[in-house]
């Protein structure tokens, strides 16, 4: 792993973190028999990790067709967890 850096960026308009590993040099991976080279530089895209807000999170549920139904950890506006469930008329 120490041939490697990790890169996060925040894009705020879809309220997303992407998530990178990025090669610090020229570097060969085998893994179950099959050979990966890597230039420096190039990144592996590892994760997205996606943020809401409350009226964000309700949008969604709503295309969804979902019913957000209880929202606990708002006060301090770090954490969020929600309670979602399909709607009986919906499963008719």
Same mark, same amino acid.
Do not use: H, M, N
């Given at each position: 792993?120490?041939?490697?850096?990790h890169d996060s960026f925040f894009e705020p308009e879809p309220g997303r973190i992407r998530m990178?590993?990025?090669?610090? /040099?020229?570097? &060969?991976i085998?893994?179950?028999?099959?050979?990966?080279n890597f230039a420096y530089g190039e990144r592996i895209h590892t994760e997205d990790?996606?943020?809401f807000d409350r009226a964000r999170l309700?949008? /969604?549920?709503? &295309?969804c067709d979902l019913e957000l139904t209880e929202v606990w950890g708002e006060a301090t506006g770090e954490f969020l967890f929600a309670w979602?469930?399909?709607?009986?008329?919906k499963c008719d």
């Open positions: 792993l120490e041939d490697w850096a990178f590993l990025r090669a610090l /040099l020229d570097t &060969r085998t893994l179950a028999g099959q050979v990966y990790s996606w943020k309700g949008r /969604l549920a709503e &295309r979602l469930y399909v709607p009986i008329s």
